[in-house]
Protein backbone atom coordinates (compact mmCIF):
# COMPACT_ATOMS: atom_id res chain seq x y z
CA UNK A 1 0.00 0.00 0.00
CA UNK A 2 1.64 3.37 -1.19
CA UNK A 3 1.91 6.12 1.52
CA UNK A 4 2.17 9.68 0.79
CA UNK A 5 3.45 12.47 3.04
CA UNK A 6 3.30 16.51 2.51
CA UNK A 7 7.17 17.99 3.30
CA UNK A 8 5.77 21.50 2.11
CA UNK A 9 2.40 22.58 1.35
CA UNK A 10 2.37 26.49 0.21
CA UNK A 11 -0.05 28.85 -0.90
CA UNK A 12 0.48 30.82 -4.38
CA UNK A 13 -2.79 33.53 -4.09
CA UNK A 14 -1.39 35.13 -6.93
CA UNK A 15 -1.39 32.28 -9.39
CA UNK A 16 -4.51 30.59 -7.43
CA UNK A 17 -2.89 27.32 -6.37
CA UNK A 18 -1.35 25.39 -3.88
CA UNK A 19 2.18 24.14 -4.35
CA UNK A 20 2.72 20.73 -2.79
CA UNK A 21 6.01 18.97 -2.14
CA UNK A 22 5.78 15.22 -1.18
CA UNK A 23 7.61 12.00 -0.40
CA UNK A 24 5.69 8.60 -1.78
CA UNK A 25 6.58 5.48 0.06
CA UNK A 26 5.59 1.96 -1.59
CA UNK A 27 7.14 -0.75 -0.44
CA UNK A 28 8.14 -3.81 -2.54
CA UNK A 29 5.16 -2.21 -5.30
CA UNK A 30 5.83 -0.73 -8.52
CA UNK A 31 5.70 3.43 -8.64
CA UNK A 32 2.51 4.41 -8.83
CA UNK A 33 1.00 5.75 -11.97
CA UNK A 34 0.79 9.67 -12.02
CA UNK A 35 -3.04 8.64 -11.92
CA UNK A 36 -2.83 7.25 -8.48
CA UNK A 37 -0.55 9.97 -7.25
CA UNK A 38 -3.08 12.86 -8.25
CA UNK A 39 -5.94 10.28 -6.26
CA UNK A 40 -4.01 10.15 -3.31
CA UNK A 41 -3.17 13.92 -3.35
CA UNK A 42 -6.94 15.23 -4.12
CA UNK A 43 -8.15 12.99 -1.18
CA UNK A 44 -5.61 13.84 1.58
CA UNK A 45 -5.85 17.98 1.43
CA UNK A 46 -9.37 17.32 0.38
CA UNK A 47 -9.37 18.74 -3.29
CA UNK A 48 -10.79 18.03 -6.97
CA UNK A 49 -8.69 15.33 -8.65
CA UNK A 50 -9.53 17.73 -12.01
CA UNK A 51 -7.52 20.41 -10.08
CA UNK A 52 -4.18 18.58 -9.06
CA UNK A 53 -0.87 18.77 -11.39
CA UNK A 54 1.60 16.31 -10.76
CA UNK A 55 4.66 17.56 -12.19
CA UNK A 56 7.13 15.24 -11.34
CA UNK A 57 7.80 11.86 -9.25
CA UNK A 58 12.03 11.26 -8.93
CA UNK A 59 12.98 7.90 -7.51
CA UNK A 60 16.30 7.49 -6.44
CA UNK A 61 18.11 4.12 -7.67
CA UNK A 62 17.33 1.30 -4.93
CA UNK A 63 14.80 3.12 -2.81
CA UNK A 64 11.51 2.57 -2.34
CA UNK A 65 9.81 6.01 -1.88
CA UNK A 66 9.89 9.04 -4.75
CA UNK A 67 9.70 12.29 -4.10
CA UNK A 68 7.52 14.65 -6.35
CA UNK A 69 6.42 18.10 -6.86
CA UNK A 70 2.57 19.03 -7.06
CA UNK A 71 0.15 21.75 -7.71
CA UNK A 72 -3.40 22.43 -6.81
CA UNK A 73 -5.57 25.42 -8.39
CA UNK A 74 -8.78 26.34 -7.01
CA UNK A 75 -10.54 26.29 -10.73
CA UNK A 76 -9.97 25.10 -13.92
CA UNK A 77 -9.78 28.26 -16.11
CA UNK A 78 -6.50 28.58 -13.74
CA UNK A 79 -4.48 25.87 -14.73
CA UNK A 80 -5.14 26.16 -18.37
CA UNK A 81 -3.96 29.86 -18.60
CA UNK A 82 -0.70 28.78 -16.08
CA UNK A 83 0.12 25.36 -16.76
CA UNK A 84 2.41 24.47 -20.37
CA UNK A 85 -0.20 22.10 -22.84
CA UNK A 86 2.47 19.02 -22.13
CA UNK A 87 1.28 19.50 -18.05
CA UNK A 88 -2.63 19.12 -18.99
CA UNK A 89 -1.56 16.53 -21.63
CA UNK A 90 0.15 14.77 -19.14
CA UNK A 91 -2.68 14.86 -15.95
CA UNK A 92 -5.71 14.89 -18.01
CA UNK A 93 -7.38 18.20 -18.05
CA UNK A 94 -6.78 18.66 -21.83
CA UNK A 95 -7.57 15.86 -24.89
CA UNK A 96 -5.50 16.18 -27.74
CA UNK A 97 -8.41 16.73 -30.34
CA UNK A 98 -8.74 19.65 -28.07
CA UNK A 99 -5.25 20.97 -29.03
CA UNK A 100 -6.25 21.13 -32.84
CA UNK A 101 -8.85 22.93 -32.48
Known amino acids: MSKITFDEVRENTLLHR ?6 LSFGT ?6 DSVRTMIAKNLKADKDLV ?3 RIVQ ?16 KESALLYEPDYQLFRNGLKQ ?3 ASN
Open 18 to 23: KEVQFT
Open 29 to 34: EITPSR
Open 53 to 55: IVE
Open 60 to 75: EAGKHEARGYSKIYTN
Open 96 to 98: EQE
